[in-house]
């Protein structure tokens, strides 16, 4: 082993516990690699991943006295993927085994949120672990023009890793900005094959506008194949590479986002190509289009894609020590299997900010166990920066924490609020409860844990519970930009 590449550190059980009070205080994205005692050597060889036989799902508990190093970071982002659009979550009709199974080998989070109800400004609290009103570009829902975008100035999840020694690459949807003054290249990654925009047709790789969409770095690629095929391929070749040091690779895909075609569908393709070169802008948006069927076609697609790039992993020798985490960027469209939540991608209801996540890290975390615990984009970053031993820049302070503690030394996180803020509707959720107003302008109250499906209105049963949580969400509202044209 040569003089720069230290040994692995032993990571043995914490010497003293925080309180669940002062665990969301102690224990910050701000904490270094030693603090959780993650080695700063690169990814050693390994065998595959541990095998899909895991128990029935059980309450998560730390795995004491498991040992690694920094762990490769695969993040996976599906497209308007609904709560329970996965088999594991309760879909009756799809069927998803490759994410079911990635699920029994480690975690499934029930109560898992995007940081948003729609594609840009989730992926902007992800990128910065922010709230995405503290960023210009976080206040278009979404991004549909080249007028905003994530400010390459503003430290990032990639830029911030690859401090730390990371290689990082981003393959798949970006929708953070256009060329030629926003791209992840100019925000951390050192690699980036995708599209730039919040849709494209699968085979044209045109987008909204009718411009072509599919680009390697910042210069435009030809390839005219199935999208989810070629992100796939990319994805496989990228985790499969002999790396000299860890790496995160962002991995967004398009499906199951609209227009609704499955892999061979080239008569529907042809056509909405033929109406997006005739000037309709709302041909991509598929209105006339789609059926439950073919959206079912789309989310197993998906799955298979994501079991492609794991077994691409396995063949790597790295499954071991690659942290691999899957999750959509918010709710689900009009086909998505949603129940029992109510609402759907663009409102703070539930079915619009509920999202299915898994997380897979054998080294460090069991097989088989389901965890209940509130967590929002926001707190990945923090997590993920904290494993990656990356500290944060004091200027732009995260609004996620990090969950490294409750994942590897059964650390609780104490008290907290979740926020959320898009047009006309605001959110807040605390432990079980969550205040909500929508575009009606009345506020309510939701007791989750009896009442997922948010029908019963607690409001005039807790009325000092609601003034408080109201009263939390309009300090941190007075903290954000404002809408241009007013706020939420």
Known sequence: MSADQPNTSSLGDSSSSLTRRAFGTAVGATAATAAIG??????????????????RERPFRAARGKHSRRPNILFILGDDLGWADLSSYGAPDIRTPHLDRLGRQGVRFTDAYSGSATCSPTRFSLYTGRYPGRTKGGLAEPIADR????????PTLASLLRGAGYSTALIGKWHCGYLPDYSPTKSGWDEFFGNFGGALEYYSKLGLGGEYDLYEGDATYKDLRYYTRILTERASEYVQRDHDKPWLLNLNFTTPHWPWIADGDTEESAEI???????????????????????????????????????????????EDTLVFFASDNGGERFSYNWPLAGNKGSLQEGGIRVPAVLRWPARIDAGQVSGLPVFSPDWTATLLELGGARPDPAYPLDGTSLAGYLLRDE??????????????????????????????????????HDQREQADRAAAEPELLAGLRASWERTNAQLLPYPTGGA
């Open 147 to 154: 007028s905003v975008g994530l400010e390459p100035t503003h």
């Open 412 to 449: 609780e996180p104490g008290e907290r609020d979740l926020f959320w803020r898009v047009r006309g509707e605001r959110a807040l959720r605390r432990g079980e409860w969550k205040y909500y107003r929508g575009k009606g302008g009345t506020d309510q109250l939701f007791r989750l844990s």
């Open 38 to 55: 993650l080695s700063a050597a690169g990814p050693a060889a390994a065998g595959p991943a541990a095998p899909v036989t895991a128990p």
């Open 273 to 319: 190509v033929r109406r997006i070169k005739a000037g309709d802008r709302r041909a991509l948006q598929h209105g006339d289009g789609g059926s439950l069927q073919k959206y079912k076609e789309m989310v197993e697609d998906l799955d298979r894609s994501v079991g492609e790039v794991l077994k691409a992993l396995d063949r790597s020798g790295r499954a």
